[in-house]
């Protein structure tokens, strides 16, 4: 019996106005207005008060003010309280209703920070990642997404696919954030307070520099600005989120010793009573939360999820195990054990990625085709405990196989099932490094059946791990995006109540 696409679809939120006004649609209701809303009051009747004196108008002013014809505020109808409200009104009176709904206790207030610290850092893209000749420039394009990709060969369904790099989540976060369906303009009435900062582009520019100051200036400026805004002051920013883009470690140097790795961003007093929202957390920073990096897929609708489901469920998989990597130098022998493994085995198929054959892991159709027709892919670390590749595993529908407990574990906590084991196989580094463990023989072990029930619990995993088309405002399914704003959303309560905030297990 074939499996129904598994899911998770939820309100797009597409029709909720800013400010708390009513949007198009639905069916009855009203919604609190926010200030703009009053001024807008204030100063319609001022207004009406002059033409009313200027014509020799009769009767009663509320007549002028809220008869339709009298005054083009289409919008302002839906705040009155008639107990028989014309039956035009009734659609945008509903859609008031629902958003009041959808959005009470989840409304968030975004920033409109100086450019200096967001988008003026994309206009030298270049300068981003100096170390290389093209710098960032294709992959800061689509809202942070990257150049669209084609289908390569069949890899990939036809649309949502972008070739994006891993270290762009402060730009998809605030592109998602954009369409974001319950943001206001009223910081009061906020449930928590979003700060576009992009400090993983900021450090991208310098992570080689030996100059301590370089490194730190933007982050200085910007914390003194931020410190400085009305909003911080209401809960010394323990309202507050942001997303750095980039791993924990990138922005924890301790010392002013230049030629030491990263800027201070997450050691400033300030931002420690922030949320800090990362692609790898630190174990002992209670107040930063690990979230899904950027994979090569952002779809615009549940649609566009269901059709990648079925096709990655109707793979067909050749290879019962996989590895798409090369050697590292400094983080122990386990990825020198791993290919031994690999190539020892007639039924692995290694990707290699150094020297002359590094290229094909940078294309993503090469990459994706391998974890496709495999039925697990191993993911030891990266440069760090945490790899992108483990995203781009469950992309595919291939059950992840780690080595440590911190490369996914104990990092993914909002993302990832609380029982490892019905997504994932753990076969501790230590145990292939000193124990020569087959991880061949460790991964035939595993029943058919219980793979085929592992691979639908990945697939499963899919929605809430990829981020939606960052320009779209007809996103209708659950993504990455909002499983880590509900997050920072009930974290933030929680400290409004005087309760346990840090990161749970």
Wanted: hydrophobic residues 40%; charged residues 20%; aromatic residues 12%.
């Amino acid at each position: 019996m074939k499996v129904p696409p598994t899911i998770f679809v939820a309100g797009s939120g597409q029709d909720v106005a800013h400010d708390g006004a009513a949007a198009e649609g639905g069916s009855g209701g009203l919604i609190r207005p926010s200030r703009i809303w009053y001024m807008v009051i204030l100063a319609t009747v001022f207004w009406a008060l002059v033409l009313s004196l200027h014509s020799g108008m009769q009767g009663d002013l509320t007549s002028v003010l809220f008869k339709p014809s009298a005054i083009s505020l289409p919008l302002l109808s839906s705040f009155t309280f008639d107990k028989n409200p014309a039956p035009e009104q009734a659609p945008v009176m509903a859609a008031a209703a629902a958003a009041a709904g959808r959005c009470a206790g989840r409304y968030i207030y975004m920033y409109d920070m100086p450019p200096r610290f967001n988008v003026d850092l994309l206009r030298d893209c270049r300068a981003l990642r100096p170390w290389t000749d093209v710098g960032m420039c294709q992959y800061i394009v689509n809202g942070g997404m990257g150049e669209l990709l084609g289908d390569e060969g069949g890899v990939f369904s036809e649309r949502g696919w972008f070739a994006t790099d891993q270290f762009v989540l402060d730009i998809i976060f605030h592109g998602r954030m954009k369409g974001y369906g319950c943001l206001t303009n009223d910081s009061a009435s906020a449930a928590a307070v979003f700060v576009p900062f992009y400090g993983g582009c900021d450090i991208g520019r310098y992570l080689f520099s030996q100059n301590a100051s370089i490194k730190d200036a933007l982050s200085d400026d910007f914390v003194g600005w931020l410190v400085q805004q009305p909003e911080w002051r209401v809960m010394g920013g323990r309202d507050h989120f942001l997303v750095p883009g980039r791993t924990t470690w990138d922005f924890l140097r301790r010392r002013e010793a230049g030629w030491e790795w990263g800027n201070k961003l997450l050691w400033y007093p300030a931002v420690q009573n922030m949320t800090a929202i990362l692609v790898e957390s630190s174990p002992w920073s209670p107040n930063n939360f690990a979230i899904p990096y950027p994979t090569y897929f952002h779809p615009e609708t549940a649609a566009d999820v269901v059709a990648w489901q079925e096709k990655v469920r109707s793979s067909e998989r050749e290879w019962l195990f996989s590895f798409a990597g090369g050697p590292r130098k400094g983080n122990g022998t386990i990825r020198a054990d791993i290919i031994r493994q690999c190539r020892a085995s007639s039924f692995c198929n290694h990707l290699h990625c150094g020297g002359a054959a590094a290229a094909k892991c940078n294309s993503p159709g090469a990459v994706m085709s391998v974890f496709q027709n495999s039925h697990f892919c191993l993911q030891p670390r990266g440069d760090t405990m945490t790899r992108r590749s483990t995203f781009d595993t469950i992309l595919a529908g291939c059950v992840p196989v780690f080595f440590h407990p911190g490369s996914a574990y104990d990092q993914y906590t909002l993302h990832f099932p609380p029982e490892p084991d019905s997504y994932s196989v753990l076969i501790m580094h230590s145990d292939v490094t000193g124990r020569n463990v087959s991880i061949e023989e460790t991964l035939r072990r595993i029943p058919p059946e219980r793979v085929k029930t592992m691979r639908e619990e990945v697939i499963r995993l899919i929605p809430t791990v990829v981020y939606a088309d960052t320009r779209s405002r007809r996103v209708d399914f659950r993504d990455a995006f909002d499983v880590a704003v509900d997050a920072v959303i009930d974290r933030v309560a929680r400290r409004r109540r005087g309760e346990p905030d840090g990161r749970q297990k």
